[in-house]
């Protein structure tokens, strides 16, 4: 631990900056974990894009079909190879309470800076505020680690601003990322950003985030890998500008990448969203590879559409990084 539990919002106030990005895991031909290309993966991200921090086991990682084992090594991972140089921030997400702690003391153990944990899914309740209350709460005393919380429409219901923020007076609740409409995060920004750090995935709102709320921290999904390479970081440079104030400069860089983002959701099928994003990522030169059942691989015809889309969305690349075959 690089900190104390009494510390824990100090800390993350002080490091948890930046742009972080949610990891896509690597499936071999035998959908075995591709260790090597996660970590070449890791590598890219945080010394050739700049990336500050990387959240692993999550949802983007198809966390549902990870073994506790191989949930457990991922945090291994990130943190042997990129702990030194940039944040790690390791899901325990998981419906069975005892799985969470389990999961957050072993992050811990390892030397992980953070924790996330998603609102779980409640069946038969209407009202779930005491009990979501309660869950936090019991985590929290479990580990001394930072946690984010994490709420988004796939538990079936949204955590409101005012619950977030009783959650927030926990002494190691030091985050949250809120995949909510834009008015919910607002309000939980104003009613308690002086003691939990706000975020959402959403790239296409990062920048207003920056400019109208003053966030300091994307917290996080793919675009910081897929929407970037070594030679054309876009996403890094307007968050920097907008970081110093040089708002013009900033808007028009990220208003840049509209191309980038249109031709990736046009050419995204609707079931198949960890799929596009790995072929995508091998046409980057990342490692991709295969996803889990019940995940959808993508068709050839699919392969087609995205690659075309990519060649046409002007991100440049870095040819020594992209694999003949892949483009």
């Given amino acids: 631990m690089k900190y104390r539990r009494s510390d824990a919002k100090e800390h993350a106030r002080a490091h948890m900056k930046g742009i972080w990005a949610a990891a896509l895991m ?74 969470v702690i389990e999961l957050a003391k072993h992050a811990q153990a390892v030397g992980a800076e953070y924790i996330v944990v998603h609102a779980p899914v409640l069946h038969f309740l209407h009202k779930q505020e005491e009990t979501l209350y309660q869950y936090y709460k019991t985590i929290s005393e479990q580990v001394d680690i930072g946690i984010a919380m994490w709420s988004h429409p796939d538990s079936g219901y949204l955590m409101s601003p005012e619950l977030c923020a009783r959650i927030a007076e926990l002494p190691n609740i ?83 990448l509209n191309p980038v983002r249109e031709a990736f959701r046009r050419s995204r099928p609707a079931e198949k969203p960890p799929a596009h994003s790995k072929y995508w990522q091998e046409l980057l030169g990342q490692a991709g590879g295969r996803v889990r059942p019940p995940m959808l691989e993508l068709t050839d015809a699919e392969k087609e559409t995205t690659r075309r889309a990519f060649e046409s969305c002007g991100l440049k690349l870095d040819r020594q990084q992209v694999k003949p075959s892949a483009a």
């Fill in 26 to 99: 690597p499936y071999s031909e035998n959908l075995a974990i591709d260790e090597a290309g996660f970590r070449s993966n890791l590598r890219h991200w945080v010394d050739d894009l700049g990336i500050d921090g990387v959240f692993v086991a999550g949802k983007q990682s198809e966390f549902f079909s990870m073994s506790m084992a191989e949930r457990k090594r991922s945090f291994e991972i990130i943190v042997d190879e990129i702990g030194n140089r940039a944040g790690t921030i390791a899901s325990c997400s998981d419906q069975n309470m005892d799985v």
């Fill in 174 to 256: 030091v985050a949250i990322k809120y995949s909510v409409p834009r008015e919910m995060y607002v309000r939980l920004t104003r009613l308690a950003g002086d003691r939990l750090i706000v975020s959402t995935a959403s790239e296409e709102e990062w920048f207003d985030n920056i400019v109208e709320l003053g966030w300091r921290l994307y917290l996080c999904s793919s675009p910081p890998y897929l929407f970037q390479t070594k030679i054309d970081r876009r996403m890094r440079e307007y968050t920097d500008l907008a970081f110093k104030g040089d708002i013009g400069r900033a808007r028009a860089i990220r208003d840049s």
